[in-house]
Nanobody, 118 residues
Framework: QVQFVESGGGLVQLGGSLRLSCAVS????????MGWYRQAPGKQRELVAD???????TYADSVKGRFTISRDNTKNTVYLQMNSLKPEDTAVYYC????????????WGQGTQVTVSS
């Protein structure tokens, strides 16, 4: 079973920045892609950004130009740099490893809470 440990969340003011980290228990190069997801209260979990093993990235429209996903294959760690944060970015953020069809087959970690105050 693959384990994901997210960290780096916190309370930040409107316009601030945070960098999230996700430590993965296996060699992430064996995964098709790594992704960051978020779930706000009362809403479904959504894919925010993903990065393939080849380094190709995709972003949700709501975060384009503000968030950057990256990976360090030597550390089996995935990052999410979040800039120009807005209150609507408030959510619990998770990482996981989606397949080519974006289906997630692995269990979720505990996530990390991001709260943006106005």
């Amino acid at each position: 079973q693959v384990q994901f440990v997210e960290s780096g969340g916190g309370l930040v003011q409107l316009g601030g920045s945070l960098r999230l980290s996700c430590a993965v228990s296996i060699n992430i190069l064996t995964m098709y892609a790594m992704g960051w997801y978020r779930q706000a209260p009362g809403k479904q979990r959504e894919l925010v950004a993903d990065i393939t093993s080849a380094g190709s990235t995709t972003y949700a429209d709501s975060v384009k130009g503000r968030f950057t996903i990256s990976r360090d294959n030597t550390k089996n760690t995935v990052y999410l740099q979040m800039n120009s944060l807005k209150p609507e970015d408030t959510a619990v953020y998770y990482c996981n490893a989606p397949g080519p069809d974006l289906l997630v087959l692995w269990s979720w970690g505990q996530g990390t809470q991001v709260t943006v105050s106005s």
